[in-house]
């Protein structure tokens, strides 16, 4: 039997269309624990860093935060993440490993399940190390 490769990219432009649709144990248990990692949101400015369809920077929203962007590279699932209101004027099509954003633009970046996907993980690394939060305002 010969194996049938495509690339990350063309695998997500195959997903999109059925990717909130269809169960996926996977993200099932990657929701179930990153959810108990997240702080709280409020007031907080965030990042969804290859966000997909928008599913998270939609649950961040919803959880309070002040701002939110979510930025992925394959316009198949930022067309998918546009039926989400909370997320709809909030998409960019970026490549993570140059985030087209200033240092300090976010308090937390999430960036779940595309890690696995990420050929050049430590640029991605560097990329988001690279933002420091601004430090807590003195009263």
Known sequence: ??????????????????????PNPLLALEERQLKLLIPSLEGKRVLDLACGTGRWLAWLMK??????VGVDL????LHAAKGKSA???RLVQADCRVIPFANSAFDLVVCSFAV???????????EVGAWRPRPPTSL
């Open 1 to 22: 039997m010969e194996r049938c490769c495509v690339s990350v990219q063309e695998g997500y432009e195959r997903w999109a269309p059925t990717y909130d649709h269809d």
């Open 63 to 68: 959880g309070g935060a002040r701002t939110g």
């Open 74 to 77: 394959s316009l198949a699932m």
């Open 87 to 89: 997320v709809r004027r």
């Open 116 to 126: 696995g996907h990420i050929l050049e993980l430590q640029r991605v690394a560097q």
